[in-house]
């Protein structure tokens, strides 16, 4: 079982990022696949849910409008949409993918937002 975290970087306040979780060797589509991030000196927050069927969505308060969640189930992906980003935003941000008691997680990938 593999998650791959990518697209992080440095960027500009007000800039755009959009990041990728590649999953392998569990069925994805059965999976519901959360975006948490965690930023230094801070607890892990979730960021952004969706589910395995109907691909619904969900999406943490202080990012709503301006992340967008999203599944590609034939390439076993999952995106991060990040649009009007501020320096509030850096932090390492992991997937995760959870279908009852099997939770699988990514290694994560940092996001700076910085001038």
């Known amino acids: 079982v593999q998650l791959v975290e990518s697209g992080g970087g440095l960027v500009q306040p007000g800039g755009s990022l959009r990041l990728s979780c590649a999953a392998s060797?569990?069925?994805?589509?059965?999976?519901?696949m959360t975006w948490y991030r965690q930023a230094p000196g801070k607890e892990r927050e979730l960021v952004a849910d969706?589910?395995?069927?109907?691909?619904?969505?969900n999406y943490a308060y202080s990012m709503k409008g301006r992340f967008t969640i999203s599944r590609d189930n034939v390439k076993n992906t999952v995106y991060l949409q990040m649009n009007s980003l501020k320096p509030e935003d850096t932090a390492v941000y992991y997937c995760?993918?959870?279908?009852?008691?099997?939770?699988?997680w990514g290694q994560g990938t940092q996001v700076t937002v910085s001038s």
């Open positions: 969706i589910t395995s069927i109907g691909g619904f969505t």
């Open positions: 060797g569990f069925t994805f589509s059965r999976y519901a």
């Open positions: 995760r993918a959870s279908l009852g008691s099997h939770t699988y």
